[in-house]
């Protein structure tokens, strides 16, 4: 390749004769980016991407998090005009739930009078039958005006090599052979990398190699260039950037999701920059390898139609989708001010039977229920799944600590698997045969997918996997060894348990985040440990009465052979099960001297309260107990009531669930053996609805729910205000799961509205990149994020309704005002129209909604 | 002629023939009255077709069982139209041999297994019941090649098999990655079809027979050289296996059927590409005999083990490593075929089948590899001393171990390569274990696994050459000039292809190493021309994204 032209000029397919001095970009360049401003406006549109989290710990985001400051309908203005991307369904959607009557008119018409509209009922049909047409980007990218121009799939070529290069770049361990430049910069790796690559040369697309080694050695400086050749007017160059980076959003996500993890611990990381300069290389290199009077004129045309979207969705869309979501806040308003729910606010004084702390996930709603129903005595509570245990967590003879509490912090300590009544020689002993067993399986994964053994490894043991076909296809045996237990012998499993000492393994860890300075505490010190129970307890609402038996129940599911088994975990416990975190929050609160002083700061737990950790299995609606060795002399009549209960409960729950699961009017016992089924099958594509449905946050006394059948819609936080001195807990609840929830809840929505950007498109096709990264649908194209089209659309309807979150605390409204004045992020969810916040009065029984202009106004079922 | 014939058969050979008549019927069937369930009664459908797929891999396990107890090999042609020209006839017609019921029992068996995958798998897809109907027909046309007796009815059954797959690559017939590779498919298809049909024309016009059976009879009686009309077909019949089996560099229909749902992938990777072996084991006679095109599927597999080979090294994603394993894997079965070693590459296509399946099927279960805490390998190269014990020891076990199985040099040359490679691979799996630096009592370990590994390959070996020595020509005697230098070649290979894996983190230092890993990433850039023909001459129209489920 001829490295003395510096910019390529003519050598394409369709061969031109023009010249390409004739048309000199430069000259046209009368934007000029000062440094600053510059670095100001790329910072801007990477904080536009919001992060993706690998497949070993996927955890929710929500999609729309770097737009949080734009109002709703702006966002969507924003959105379509970038990328094209829809924030509310098509119209087509809304007429089918006026035909089904779930959008009554009553609630359009209500709608059209927020919007401000005045419709008649001819005009209203006629706007309803019109089909909004999709929005199309209107900030064009080069490689869209060269595909139009030239009919040639150029913007998906452009991803394609992209996303190749980013997999191989970013590959945790798929790739036997690394590529060589992993440990550079991501721009730096990618021209050394453009500088060999031949394929677009192969493509038609020739002197790239060289205009590659012509680009500038920084990525901000490419990103100027690329801004000045193109002459992107200063007011749109943020949409352009944005609309650059949503073109390869996947690995956008990704590399955001580097970042995110950097910053928390105050460090710094650019590979978004990069990736940015890359996307934007790309369009010069296009701008100036096809460079024709047509391209020419149509990319002027392109830079100064003026950057405001015509097609993006109308007023009527917002209508239907208002009307959609107040036939759901009316129901709920209904139920939650029903005279019913007035008498019974206060807390019953009787001890009950048993107490039962769930997660506030949506599920644990549908279980709670069953569990209220079939034993009246037992109290119920809703509090996030890692129960406050701020840890990362090491499995037995892990080198690597995986996090284990809400992405959104860092944790304070380290806790360790360890063997239970085991000696330190015996502790040893197991990791050693764990890591033998382990490096023997890597030894034997090497010698199957080697080029000079596989086939050897063939024609030798290939004949074992007609009967591991058969046992897998029957679900007599799981594809692989469950990642939890690999390696560990059958007999110490039982013996595995987190322990809260400070403990070592003997060999070094690596952090989960990084910090430069700080390691984490290992184990739970002592004297942080009646701290720690104190501010857990108190935030349960928890400081009296308590039970004889108290479950702490975590949650996790149980699925084979599903690349997003982690999004059907806790997401409070960073995509890993609850087991741990209850386990270990258990045993603080078991601990006599971590009561003794509670009881010096008043929270006086009795003698024969027990805190049990157990695991609410969410596919099969099964929960088992941890740690009750101890409990069998003292509190055995306890626990064989309570087992009997959670046996009728899991029934009743998976009766609830059956219809969901199109296996409704069955005998019990057949949907039981079914479920149980469907959990080990590795051709299952729907094991469970996860939190499909959810709408809805409540964070009140459960008192105030008791009986009402929220269908597994709500996240239930337990909450009493007039315990909450200077309210914290409420601070907390509306800074941290509140935010999680609605997280959630946009992560279901942005899958639902936009599959084909914030969704990650058909599981049937799901080919998984770079060890866990995430997947490709297909052979290739860009990295998907969210959602699986499984997880939210059973093949004929959607079982996810998009709608924002619907939040309803049972607190003093200025108290609610002052921590949404005093929090930015939650001015801007609640201001900003990314959920819809209620006030529920306690004493009058009244619901008040909180408008964007900061005044509440009493809502009724009717308002 | 339809009566006579069958009532000479004994009761056991009989109910064989029925069972074997049973396996590839039942599917035609259910393929065809199947359709008319169409896709809003998937469900039946499903279930049906379950149930057609299991009960045929019951018959064929049936047959297999019988056929052990005293069936004997035969070929049974019900109806029959002679040809013009003295050429044979074109018949219905079962062949019954060792060879037969092995491969019914297989395809039937994964064909069963992706079957009931796909059942759930698929749950909700608006196509499912038009996915079963040609899921049927295709499971049915593979088994009608496999048991066919006549020639042509086998390059009928051969066409057919690929005409029903296209149905199923392309069922999302809006992604254009999946109309790009199924074009591919077309392509190749059609020439590997006509090539096909030429080498048998040519077969029966010299040896006026369109049977198996008869060919197999007439080349064992057969004296002197090769007529040049067989050596013809021969090489036709290199052709349509090597497209047949994606062999390098027209693989890349095969890497891209991602773009079709994953049993479709495990199907094809594990059922169909296998046809290009079947087919060179199937004219064994004449392949044995004609050493060019023998010395052929042997350059051309080891040409694609080389390149497929280093190439799985760089793909970072799982299905697309597992497509290229799969071209590297039928190369090694060209590369069995080509030494005739027929018995071994019959061993390599079941296990292989049987691997593969299982391997697709499962891929989702990727993540729970990288959900394990991981461990890290205390060196990341092997010493020098490592390298030498290591080396020495695997050669010596694969010789002992070959010897104790009667396995010897003297018998057949070829073997020397075979062994060669059986000794690579002890040597991977020891060095592997020597760099987790665990300890001696790991190694010992890691040296009872590899002796184990190395007796199951050679007492495979030996069973399956027991099995099939009455379905198979003689071990070919006449061997060609060419042949060290190919044994010293694959020899070779699999050296530098050792070499090369163990030193991977000391090579990126090296230039020609960074260049080479980013051509090799890219597939060595064989598909895009193919690509981009076919873009130009056959340009596909693309249809705008549309929510692809229901609403």
């Known amino acids: 390749m001829d490295r003395t032209t510096t910019i390529p000029s003519t050598a394409f397919v369709r061969s031109t004769n023009i010249d390409a001095n004739d048309i000199d970009t430069t000259s046209r360049a009368g934007v000029v980016y000062e440094a600053s401003s510059l670095k100001a406006m790329v910072e801007s549109a990477c904080q536009r991407i919001v992060p993706l989290w690998p497949l070993n710990a996927f955890v929710a985001v929500n999609p729309y998090f770097g737009l949080r400051h734009q109002d709703f309908e702006h966002a969507s203005e924003t959105l379509a005009r970038v990328a094209g991307s829809p924030l509310v369904m098509p119209r087509r959607y809304y007429r089918e739930q006026i035909s089904t009557g779930r959008i009554a008119r009553a609630d359009l018409e209500q709608s059209l009078r927020q919007h401000g509209l005045v419709l008649d009922g001819a005009a209203l049909d006629r706007a309803l039958a019109d089909d909004s047409p999709h929005p199309t980007g209107q900030i064009a990218l080069v490689s869209n005006v060269l595909e139009d121009l030239e009919g040639t799939q150029w913007t998906g070529f452009v991803i394609e090599r992209i996303s190749q290069f980013a997999a191989a770049y970013f590959d945790q361990g798929q790739a036997i052979w690394p590529m060589p430049w992993r440990k550079e910069p991501l721009y730096k790796a990618w021209r050394q990398f453009a500088e060999i690559d031949l394929s677009p040369g192969m493509m038609g697309l020739r002197g790239i190699r060289s205009a590659v080694a012509a680009l500038p050695n920084l990525p901000m400086d490419t990103i100027a260039l690329a801004l000045q050749k193109l002459s992107i007017p200063a007011d749109r160059a943020d949409d352009y950037l944005h609309a650059a980076l949503l073109n390869i959003g996947g690995w956008a996500a990704w590399t955001r999701y580097l970042r995110w993890e950097r910053e928390l611990v105050g460090g710094q990381e650019d590979s978004i920059v990069d990736l940015l300069a890359i996307r934007l290389a790309w369009e010069l290199i296009l701008f100036n390898a096809r460079q024709t009077p047509e391209l020419g004129d149509a990319w002027r045309h392109a830079v100064q139609v003026p950057a405001r979207s015509t097609q993006a969705q109308t007023q009527m869309d917002f209508v239907l989708q208002s009307a959609f979501e107040l036939g759901y806040q009316k129901k709920i308003i209904a139920e939650l001010s029903s005279p019913a729910q007035q008498s019974i606010t206060k807390p019953s004084p009787v001890r009950p039977s048993v107490q039962a702390a769930f997660c506030i996930d949506v599920r644990s709603e549908v279980f709670r229920r069953a569990l209220e129903t079939v034993a009246p005595t037992v109290q119920t509570v809703g509090f996030a799944g890692f129960f406050g245990a701020f840890m990362e967590y090491v499995p037995l003879g892990a080198s690597d600590a995986r996090m284990h509490m809400p992405v959104l912090l860092t944790p304070g300590y380290r806790v360790h698997e360890h063997v239970r009544d085991a000696s330190a020689q015996e502790v040893e002993k197991a990791i050693n045969r764990r890591h033998r067993r382990l490096h023997g399986a890597n030894a034997w994964k090497a010698f199957r997918s080697s080029p000079s053994s596989c086939f050897s490894f063939v024609e030798s043991a290939g004949l074992l996997y007609g009967p591991k076909l058969l046992g897998d296809s029957f679900g007599w045996s799981r594809t692989v060894p469950h990642p939890e237990t690999k390696g560990i012998p059958s007999e110490l499993r039982n013996r595995l348990a987190p322990t809260l000492a400070e403990v070592s393994h003997g060999h070094e860890i690596t952090q989960t985040r990084q910090k430069t300075t700080q390691n984490p505490t290992v184990g739970i010190p002592m004297e942080n440990r009646s701290a720690s129970a104190e501010m857990i307890l108190k935030a349960m609402s928890m400081t009296s009465n308590f039970a004889r038996l108290i479950l702490l129940i975590g949650h996790g599911s149980s699925t084979v052979n599903n690349p997003h088994a982690t999004g059907l975990d806790c997401g409070a416990c960073a995509g890993q099960t609850g087991e741990v975190s209850a386990r270990v929050i258990a045993t603080l609160l078991n601990d006599p001297k971590v009561r003794a002083e509670l009881a010096q700061k008043g929270i006086h737990i009795p003698a024969d309260t027990r805190f049990v950790p157990a695991l609410h299995d969410t596919t099969l609606d099964a929960i088992t107990l941890f740690d009750i060795e101890g409990l069998t002399a003292t509190h055995a009549p306890d626990l064989e009531r309570l087992r009997k209960w959670l046996a009728q409960a899991g029934q009743l729950a998976r009766m609830e669930r059956s219809n969901l699961l199109g296996i409704s009017n069955l005998a019990p016992d057949v949907v039981d053996a079914l479920i149980r089924e469907r959990s080990r099958d590795w051709s299952q594509v729907f094991p469970e609805w996860g939190l499909a449905g959810n709408a809805a946050f409540i964070a009140a006394p459960r008192s105030r729910t008791t009986g009402i059948d929220l269908s597994g819609r709500a996240f239930l936080h337990d909450y009493e205000w007039r315990k909450d001195e200077g309210f914290g807990v409420l601070e907390l609840i509306m800074t941290a799961p509140m935010v999680v929830a609605n997280w959630i809840n946009m992560q279901y929505y942005g899958s639902v509205v936009d599959n084909q950007r914030f969704g990650s498109g058909n599981k049937v096709l799901h080919n998984v990149v770079g060890g866990s990264i995430g997947v490709f649908e297909g052979n290739g194209g860009d990295l998907r994020v969210g959602l699986p089209l499984q997880s939210l659309h059973d093949g004929k309807q959607w079982v996810h309704e998009p709608l924002r979150l619907n939040v309803f605390i049972e607190a003093p409204k200025a108290e609610i005002d002052r921590i949404i004045a005093k929090h930015e992020l939650v001015r801007e969810l609640v201001e900003n129209r990314w959920l819809f916040l209620f006030h529920i009065d306690d004493e009058q029984g009244s619901i008040h909604q909180r408008h964007t202009d900061g005044k509440w106004q009493r809502v009724s079922s009717e308002h | ?551």
């Open chain 2, 1 to 551: 002629m339809l009566s006579t014939e069958i009532v000479l058969l004994s009761d056991l050979n009989f109910i064989i023939l029925a069972l074997i008549s049973a396996v590839p019927l039942l599917l035609w069937m259910m393929g065809i009255f199947g359709s008319v369930l169409s896709d809003e009664h998937s469900q039946p459908m499903a279930r049906l077709s379950n149930g057609a797929a299991a009960l045929s891999f019951v018959c064929a396990a049936l047959a297999t069982l019988l056929y052990t107890l005293g069936g004997k090999s035969l070929t049974v042609t019900p109806f029959s139209v002679a040809l013009p020209g003295d050429m044979g006839a074109l018949a219905l017609s079962l062949y019954i041999n060792v060879v037969t019921v092995v491969m019914l029992s297989l395809v039937s068996f994964v064909g069963f297994v992706v079957s009931r995958y796909a059942r759930n798998y698929l749950q909700g897809e608006k196509r499912r019941g038009r996915f079963y109907t040609w899921l049927n027909l295709t499971l049915a046309s593979i088994l009608t090649l496999i048991v066919s007796g006549n020639m042509l009815m086998f390059v009928l059954a051969w066409m057919t098999t690929s005409l029903c797959l296209h149905h199923l690559l392309m069922f999302y017939p809006e992604r254009v990655g999946a109309v790009l590779a199924a074009r591919k498919k077309i392509i190749v298809s059609r020439v590997g079809e006509i090539s096909l049909l030429i080498a048998v024309l040519l077969i029966g016009s010299t040896l006026h027979t369109m049977e198996f059976e008869t060919v197999f009879h007439t080349m064992a009686a057969m004296a002197g050289p090769l007529p040049v009309s067989l050596q013809w077909a021969s090489g036709l019949i290199v052709l349509a296996a090597a497209l047949k089996t994606a062999q390098f560099p027209l693989q890349g229909w095969l890497i891209q059927v991602m773009e079709a749902p994953t049993p479709v992938s495990a199907l094809l990777h594990a059922g169909i590409v296998n046809g290009g072996a079947f087919l060179i084991i199937r004219m064994s006679p004449i392949m044995s005999q004609s050493i060019t095109a023998s010395d052929a599927l042997t350059i051309i597999g080891l040409i694609t083990i080389a390149a497929a080979g280093l190439i799985m090294l760089t793909q970072t994603s799982i299905k697309v490593f597992l497509a290229w394993t799969t071209t590297a894997q039928m190369g090694f079965m060209l590369l069995e075929c080509g030494f005739g070693l027929y018995s071994l590459a019959m061993l390599h296509l079941v296990t292989h089948s049987l691997y593969k399946a299982h391997a697709f099927l499962s891929s989702g279960s990727v993540v729970d590899i990288f959900r394990t805490p991981a461990v890290r390998p205390a060196q990341s190269t092997p010493t020098f001393w490592q390298w030498l014990i290591v080396l020495a020891f695997a050669g010596l076990m694969t010789l002992g171990i070959g010897a104790a199985f009667g396995v010897t040099l003297e018998s057949q040359p070829a073997l020397l390569a075979l062994g060669t490679i059986v000794a690579v691979a002890m040597t991977q799996l020891l060095l592997q274990s020597f760099k987790a630096g665990m300890g001696a009592a790991f190694i010992v370990r890691a040296v009872g696994l590899s002796a184990l590994v190395c007796t199951a390959y050679f007492s495979l070996h030996a069973a399956f050459h027991f099995m099939l020595a009455t379905s198979l020509p003689a071990e070919r005697t006449a061997n060609g000039p060419a042949q060290f230098t190919l044994i010293g070649l694959v020899m070779l290979t699999f050296f530098a292809i050792l070499l090369i894996q163990q030193n991977l983190p000391n090579l990126i230092q090296y230039p020609i190493a960074r260049r080479a890993y980013v051509h090799l990433y890219n597939g060595l850039y064989v598909d895009i021309p193919l690509s981009r023909l076919l873009q130009r001459f056959w340009p596909m129209k693309t249809a705008p994204y549309d929510q692809p489920k229901g609403v």
